[in-house]
């Protein structure tokens, strides 16, 4: 794998990630952030479940610290389904959507997270980045290495 993550770095957004998962309301306050970020955003969502939404995004979370972790596995394992799902064929999520996405993510950790540091941003920006980088280089349908 090309975006790797030291064992310090997944430790920290781990704690991180319980932390703001332990606060009611980080997903809907992550979602409101988002659709407020740009109008194209607004417009992907239109009609979602978001209760739905917010299961999978959270299991997401999660599918990324186990790619960011097991350095044995391509993303493929853990990611192809939701690389072909925002991909081309289907949501169409560009590239320029995961800044919007990143961006209100990383606002909403500093708000749900006690123990916010540079530190604990740096390490979600770049467990997220895993992912990001995977989805933008499958967007038509392919990984390329």
């Known amino acids: 794998m090309s975006d790797s993550v030291d064992s310090s770095t997944l430790d920290l957004f781990e704690r991180s990630l319980a932390r703001c998962e332990a606060r009611p309301g980080f997903l809907d306050l992550f979602y409101e952030k988002f659709m407020a970020s740009s109008p194209e955003v607004a417009g992907k969502f239109a009609g979602t479940d978001f209760v739905r939404q917010k299961r999978a995004l959270k299991a997401s979370f999660h599918h990324l610290l186990l790619v960011a972790h097991d350095r044995k596995q391509t993303p493929d394992v853990y990611l192809s389904d939701v690389a072909a799902r925002h991909g081309s064929g289907q949501l169409e999520i560009g590239a320029s959507l995961y800044d919007f996405w990143l961006d209100s ?18 390490a979600w920006e770049a467990v997220m980045m895993v992912g990001i980088h995977y989805l933008c280089q499958s967007y038509h349908g392919r990984h390329e290495k």
């Open 105 to 122: 993510l990383l606002e909403t950790v500093k708000a749900c997270d006690p123990e916010w540091s540079l530190e604990v941003d740096h």
